[in-house]
C-alpha cells in the first residue's frame, strides 16, 4: 500500500526534480498546502497572503524507500537553517516544511530534526499535513517538461 509524504524545502520545482528521483516514489505532485485560503491559485500563493507553503506531495512504497530515507532527502535537498528563503526565492511560501500524515511521520520528523539541531539552528516547521491544493498543470514536473534536472541559480 502506498504512504503519501508532504515537503516544503522551497521552489516546489526544484523539490519535486529531486523526489522523482528517489526509488520508490511512484508520484509526485506538486501544489500548496499550510495555508488559509482554498483552492488559492500561483498568484495568490506568490503573493504571500495565503499562509501556504509551495510543498511536493509524494506517493511511495514503504517497502521500497523508508519515510526517514526521504526525511534523509529532504534535508540534503535544501538549507533549513534560512527562515522563509531558499536561494533567491524569499517570502513565507519558500518555507521549510514538514507536513506529517501520521504519527509515526511525526516522530520520524522531529527525530530527524532533533538529529540536527545539535549542528546548527534549524527553522524548519513540523505540522499535521493540511488541505494539499494541487498547483496549475504547467507546474507539474516543470523542470523535466523543459529537460532540465535540477533548478539553476
Not at 524548519?124 to 488541505?131: G, K, N, S, W
Amino acid at each position: 500500500m502506498l504512504e503519501k509524504a508532504t515537503f516544503g524545502a522551497g521552489c516546489f520545482w526544484g523539490v519535486e526534480a529531486t523526489f522523482r528521483q528517489v526509488k520508490g516514489i511512484k508520484s509526485t505532485a506538486v501544489g500548496y498546502s499550510g495555508g488559509t485560503v482554498a483552492n488559492a491559485t500561483y498568484e495568490q500563493v506568490c503573493s504571500g497572503r495565503t499562509g501556504h507553503a509551495e510543498v511536493v506531495q509524494l506517493e511511495y512504497d514503504p517497502d521500497e524507500v523508508s519515510y526517514e530515507a526521504l526525511l534523509d532527502v529532504f534535508w540534503r535537498s535544501h538549507d533549513p537553517t534560512t527562515l522563509n528563503r531558499q536561494g533567491p526565492d524569499v517570502g513565507t511560501q519558500y518555507r521549510s516544511a514538514i507536513f506529517f500524515h501520521d504519527a509515526a511521520q511525526e516522530q520520524a520528523a522531529r527525530s530527524s530534526k532533533e538529529s540536527l539541531v545539535s549542528k546548527r539552528p534549524i527553522v524548519t516547521e513540523i505540522t499535521p499535513a493540511l488541505e494539499f491544493y494541487r498547483a496549475e498543470e504547467y507546474h507539474q514536473q516543470y523542470l523535466e517538461k523543459r529537460g532540465q534536472a535540477s533548478c539553476r541559480i
